[in-house]
């Protein structure tokens, strides 16, 4: 699973866009995982180390491909009285702003997609139609929801990288059995996560075929596909 792919495609997409980003050679984890998992200390620490190097640096937007970074900068470390002076987006608003001004198409895709939701973007932050909007400018053979999709989506079984057990599992299955049931090939996820912990149900050894799908990020699909026109 190349997770890091996210980051590449994101940074092509906005180089696409005429946007040179400044990336941080010694940039931190947002402290999502170590607030979920109950270590308020460290994560006050980290979130302040990582307001006063963005503070320092004069920066005035941080743009994230990652739901929970996007979650934790916009709206956590307000809820926790760490006030912030840039300004957070996540790559989707950036995207659906720059792709809403014209000019651009996309190539057609051979696939049957199905989409799965980010917990941190969907359901916390009430953002579903934001992928979607990207994904209905996509040329697919067909695109077809799960049966549950949206805010009623199911999560990957994980958060933290804790608590994976045999519930996760069993979450993690009954989300394949999902994907299968819309006869999709291809599914598009909105969150490195989320690729992690299917493909590790994937690895069933008694239901690999069962189960298993090929999987790809929004943003990949998307750098991918977007053509000037």
């Not at 987006?89 to 051979?110: C, N, R, S």
Request: charged letters at 25%; proline letters at 3%.
């Amino acid at each position: 699973m190349q997770t890091e792919k996210i980051l590449i495609d994101s940074l092509r997409l906005l180089n696409f866009f005429d946007v040179t980003p400044r990336l941080l050679s010694d940039e931190r984890c947002c402290g999502h995982d170590l607030l979920w998992s109950g270590d308020k200390e460290n994560f006050e620490r980290i979130s302040r180390l990582n307001i006063d190097q963005l503070n320092k640096l004069g920066i005035e937007t941080v743009i994230t491909a990652c739901p929970e970074c996007f979650m934790t900068l916009h709206t956590t470390y307000a809820s926790q009285g760490l006030p912030i002076n840039f300004k957070v987006v996540h790559i989707y608003d950036f995207l659906e702003e720059q792709i809403d001004k014209g000019a651009v198409g996309f190539k057609p895709l051979d696939r049957n997609i199905t989409f799965q939701d980010s917990c941190r973007l969907g359901r916390l932050e009430n953002r579903v139609e934001l992928p979607r909007k990207l994904l209905q400018r996509l040329k697919p053979l067909k695109f077809e929801e799960m049966k549950e999709s949206g805010g009623a989506a199911i999560c990957c079984g994980n958060s933290a990288w804790i608590g994976c057990d045999s519930f996760s599992k069993a979450m993690q299955v009954k989300r394949l059995e999902q994907v299968q049931a819309t006869g999709s090939d291809l599914l598009i996820t909105a969150c490195p996560k989320c690729q992690i912990h299917l493909k590790c149900a994937m690895e069933d050894p008694f239901r690999r075929e069962q189960l298993s799908v090929e999987m790809m990020d929004l943003t990949s699909i998307i750098a991918q596909t977007i053509r000037w026109e």
